[in-house]
């Protein structure tokens, strides 16, 4: 079942994404000579509306075929565009996937809610003959109090270190419990492992699809340094990259379907906005590479032959990345 989640979730992805490009080529009446989801040999294929739409073998990706993008094709098709017809190709398909992420995400904070920390700390583990222990703590303890102050925030569980006794107040099972803490010298830690509390507030769609493009915006630097160094880090056979292969994904996605609907809606959002952003990154054969040539091009003049090889170039660099990311996540898998 992992595996058909898998390629569910990228098949949907892959089609909205090139779906964008055929989009974008067809409104300004270029010709999309085929559309695939998927690469390498075709299982099936149907001609409809001046396309041949196609199901391919290795379901990794996929593409659409738009006149005028090779070099042999020169002055037809999409090389016929004005700047902004090929930017607007180009760039379509990315923001389909953003479109997608965004009202995935839109429908999640309806229908679950919106996740909102609230300062409280919710207590995961206790390690057996700790501090914690003696003192009653238990797994699903939501920390509200200590010595009577609320906490403001999840770290505010620190003021415990300071020797004496304390009383700490927690929400166990609906009800408040008063539980007592001594810290003595020569203590270092607590003995738990806890996180935020998180609670879920419902919002309309259209304030959720609002939500989600203004705190896409707010985390897009983070999210753009993690990737960068995520890339990095699996070219340098670095095992705690965090960058994620298909096998990966596979894993990923059947822990999603067990967790339910909203695990999986949550997992596609979240792919559809890597894939965005992936997408444009400056490296040849991507959208972003395609980006960065063109703009290029207004101002230094790159020969068919030339470009045709910088893109094999950036095809051959992907091939590494998803060989190198490939192995990173077997080694995780397997333990090693």
Sequence with gaps: MSLIWFLVIVGVSVFVHELGHYLAARVQGVRVKAFSIGFGPILLRKAAWGTEWRLSAIPLGGYADIEGLLP???GRGYDALPFPGKLLVLAAGVFMNLLLAWALLGYLFSAQGVPEATGRAAIVEVLPRSPAEEAGLKAGDILLKVDGEPLSAPQDI??????????????????????????????????????????????GFLEGVGLAVARSVLFLPQMVRALVGGVVGALSGNPDSGVVGPVGLVAEAGRAAKEGLFRLIELTAAINLSLALFNLLPIPALDGGRILLLVLGRFFRLRP???ATVHYLGFLFLLLLILAVTFQDLRRLLGG
């Design 158 to 203: 620190n003021r415990v270190k300071t020797p004496g006794a304390h009383t700490l107040t927690v929400l166990r099972e609906g009800r408040e419990v008063e539980l007592s803490l001594t810290w003595r010298e020569g203590m270092e830690r607590l003995g738990v492992v806890y996180q935020p509390e998180v609670r879920f507030r419902r919002v």
């Design 305 to 307: 032959e030339q470009e």
């Design 72 to 74: 042999e094709e020169k």
